[in-house]
């Protein structure tokens, strides 16, 4: 990964809505997608013997996230890309915020929906900039507009616009390319945004703050966005639904990640949800649920001395630097802060920081690859808020475990549940 990927300068301003929420919450939230419902459609290529899609009918809210996962081959694509007329059905309907799209005309109905795939697929001949502007410019933009707009985006996206807007595909990394993708897709503001395996080509790190960006982007924007992904952990990351497909785009559950998780609708589910379901409810937390840990704290340039003597009083064998603007930009320990006069720090980017927004299991993560066995974590615009340690998830965890052994007591006490509620709550764990 390259070490931009850290400054995502990006951030929305509201807190994350809770999972478990879904639907009844947006009265605040701005929605700007439209419902898409797909009604008994079939798709047979040619020469196939059994239909690529048998039947599918499913309908995905306006402004939600739904995310298509299930074995290689049963359909994902193929049902994704008639939904943008990619691909033709073979019979049924499919409508956009109420419009059968057969009625469109299939370039014009491109231009209206986001599309993004693996890797970015930039065209490589074309800058950074040029390749944003594709849809803007062919939906005749002024010029001024675009440029605005392209502004914009590689601002959400977290690219510096003045540093990348001139660069070739080739220029970037991975990483880069894909949040190019992503801006792309986004950038004549579509209300609805399909996504092939968006984040499958980067590496684990790039895809947790590419999908963070993603979360971030959605409740700045409440796209309704379709997303495939071949990973569990990132459906039930990003997702405000998960649909299971198997064979034939046949629906196995769709459903909220909360009830799959807590209810498969049969062994197809389970065995896809895999073991070890409590440990994905790490992924279902995040960290701003979190007590965070108070820190020593001292400002780059500042007397070396004075913070080595807050933080010895605080029993604190590190400090965290802060820069002009409030962002952490080391965690020296004090060995080394010792040696110095005034505080001297490399630059921000060799450090590792969480945002607030982070999933617990991307939380385990970090503090696992940091030498300081715990990690600092970022708010709107990057600035410090505070530090989480295994301690502080091992908490959170033991206080969600209670809760759902007393919940699952209450269900007992009132005979909703055959078996008692504590043997209920403590069978499934691993
Ligand atoms: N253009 C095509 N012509 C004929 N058969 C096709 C075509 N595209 C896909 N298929 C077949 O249709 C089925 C569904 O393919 P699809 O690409 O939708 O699967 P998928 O779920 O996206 O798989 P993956 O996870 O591997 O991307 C597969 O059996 C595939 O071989
Ligand atoms: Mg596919």
Not at 1 to 29: A, F, K, L, N, V
Not at 290 to 298: F, I, P, S
Request: aromatic share 4%.
């Amino acid at each position: 990964m390259t070490t931009q990927d850290t400054t995502t300068g990006h951030q929305p301003h509201d807190e994350h809505r809770e999972h478990g929420e879904h639907g009844d919450d947006r009265s605040g939230r701005r929605i700007s997608g439209v419902e898409i419902e797909l009604r008994d459609v079939v798709k047979k290529y040619p020469g196939q013997k059994a239909p690529a899609v048998q039947s599918l009918s499913l309908t995905v809210p306006a402004g939600e996230v739904v995310m298509f996962i299930g074995p290689s081959g049963c359909g994902k694509t193929t049902s994704l890309k008639m939904i943008n007329r990619l691909i033709e059905p073979t019979s049924g309907t499919i409508t956009i915020g109420g419009e059968d799209v057969r009625g469109r005309d299939a370039d014009e109905l491109r231009r209206t929906i986001g599309y993004v795939i693996q890797g970015g697929s930039l065209f490589p001949h074309m800058t950074v900039a040029d390749n944003i502007a594709v849809v803007p410019k062919l939906l005749k933009w002024s010029k001024q507009q675009i440029a605005d707009r392209t502004e914009e985006l590689l601002d959400l996206v977290g690219l510096d616009p003045a540093k990348y807007r001139d660069r070739y595909p080739r220029e970037l990394s991975g990483g880069q390319q894909q949040r190019v993708g992503v801006a792309r897709g986004l950038a004549a503001d579509p209300p609805v945004v399909l996504m092939d395996e968006p984040f499958g080509a980067v590496d684990p790190i790039t895809r947790q703050r590419l999908q963070d960006e993603m979360l971030s982007i959605q409740r700045e924007l409440g796209k309704t966005i379709v997303c495939v992904t071949h990973d569990i952990d990132e459906a039930i990351k990003l997702g405000d639904r998960i649909l299971i497909f198997s064979e034939g785009a046949h629906i196995e559950q769709y459903d909220t990640p909360e009830n799959i998780l807590a209810a498969p609708a049969n062994d197809f589910v389970a065995d896809f949800v895999g073991a070890g379901s409590t440990l994905k409810q790490l992924s279902l937390s995040r960290v701003n649920e979190l007590r965070l840990g108070e820190w020593t704290t001292a400002r780059q340039g500042e007397d070396a001395a004075d913070a080595v003597r807050r933080a010895e009083a605080a029993r604190h064998d590190c400090v965290v630097v802060l820069d002009e603007r409030g962002r952490p930009v080391a965690w020296p320990w004090l060995r080394t802060l010792r040696r110095q006069t005034r505080i001297d720090v490399p630059r921000r980017d060799e450090l590792v920081t969480l945002d607030r927004r982070a999933t617990l299991n991307d939380a385990l993560d970090t503090m696992l690859s940091s030498s300081h066995a715990a990690a600092i974590v970022t708010g709107d615009k990057d600035e410090y808020l505070g530090v989480v340690d295994f301690e502080s998830v091992t908490q959170h965890i033991r206080a969600q475990e209670a809760s759902a052994v007393e919940a699952a007591e209450a269900a007992g006490a009132t005979g909703t549940t055959g078996t008692t509620g504590t043997t209920e709550a403590q069978e499934p764990r691993p």
